[in-house]
């Protein structure tokens, strides 16, 4: 009866999130210590994104494998949050971002670097839909601290029209003119 019920939710669910793409980062097997012996369960971390900027992750446990990635993946959809991207492939800017002693390092990359990254970030680039990304971790290697210190740099990430709008001001003053000489140039210019 229960396998019947498994099964028809796994199918409804592949129905309903075409859009979704879900990876699943870790699974870690956990041990309860009970009178007649050891109890085990499995604990998974779970990515969820639609490639096009929306990503979301999080983390269930169950006596069973399968079912302990349904929860995380249920967690993550619940979870998702919006990142703005550049050009639909990179970030705006760099951006750092930490929990616990996990941090993790950021940064925009040129068209064709591709996604440089460890592998619980990796995940996290890969569902979002950033294909050019250059990513350190520095401290942490714990994959939760990892995936956590990730999102949080993330929500620090802003695009040029957010920042334009909460100062009051053009985008055009906030990018500033592609064609104005720099400083250097000015001073040839003056001593030439």
């Known amino acids: 009866m229960a396998r019947e019920v498994k099964e028809g939710g796994r199918a409804g669910r592949e129905r309903e999130n075409d859009d979704l793409v879900d990876k699943l980062v870790t ?5 309860k210590v009970v009178k007649g012996g050891r109890r085990f369960a499995f604990a998974a971390l779970v990515v969820v994104g639609d490639q096009r900027g929306r990503v979301g992750y999080g983390s269930g446990k169950a006596r069973e494998v399968p079912e302990a990635i349904r929860k995380a993946t249920e967690q993550a ?22 929990f616990g002693a996990g941090k993790v390092i950021l940064r925009s990359a040129e068209a064709g670097t591709g996604i440089i990254a460890g592998g619980p970030m990796r995940a996290v680039f890969e569902s979002l ?12 290697r714990n994959p939760h601290n ?21 100062r009051g001001k053009k985008v055009s003053e906030i990018l500033g003119r592609r064609d104005a000489p720099t400083n250097a140039q000015n001073a040839e210019v003056v001593n030439g």
């Open 77 to 98: 959809k619940k979870t998702m949050i919006r990142v703005p991207m550049k050009e639909g492939r990179t970030l705006h800017h760099d951006v750092q971002g930490c």
């Open 146 to 166: 990892m995936v956590k210190a990730t999102f949080d740099a993330l929500r620090r990430c802003a695009s040029p029209r957010v920042v334009a709008a909460r």
């Open 129 to 140: 839909g950033i294909n050019d990304v250059v990513a350190k971790s520095t401290g942490s």
């Open 27 to 31: 699974i870690n097997r956990v041990a």
